[in-house]
């Protein structure tokens, strides 16, 4: 069964960085395309940003175009987000998930398991 932990969430002030990071256990991590997803008070989860197998292949919604960044290391099983030049729209929780496909996918129903979410909070 595969096991996603997220961390690296905390308050910051707006123009500030912070980097996510997802461990993943329990199968063969580069057998997995990964995402970021994220969810506002009383907004719908939206995507974030994804990235392929072997980390050649990423994706980005617009908003976060430019300023975020994800990546992964195989050899560690972890897939990272670093957010710069946080905006206070950028609040919200943050979940890592995994998907049996090895491309990037945009999909949140394309995902088979997902972690239970890190906080970032953004100040003006």
């Known amino acids: 069964q595969v096991r996603l932990e997220e961390s690296g969430g905390g308050l910051v002030q707006a123009g500030g960085s912070l980097r996510l990071s997802c461990a993943f256990s329990?199968?063969?991590?580069?057998?997995?395309?990964m995402g970021w997803f994220r969810q506002a008070p009383g907004k719908e989860r939206e995507f974030v940003a994804a990235i392929n197998w072997n980390g050649e292949d990423t994706y980005y919604t617009d908003p976060v175009k430019g300023r975020f960044t994800i990546s992964r290391d195989n050899a560690k099983n972890t897939v990272y987000l670093q957010m710069d030049a946080l905006k206070p729209e950028d609040t919200a929780v943050y979940y890592c998930?995994?998907?049996?496909?090895?491309?990037?996918?945009?999909?949140?129903?394309?995902?088979?398991?997902w972690g239970r979410g890190t906080q970032v909070t953004v100040s003006s």
């Open positions: 998930a995994a998907s049996e496909y090895t491309i990037v996918i945009i999909n949140s129903e394309q995902y088979n398991y």
């Open positions: 329990g199968r063969t991590f580069s057998n997995y395309g």
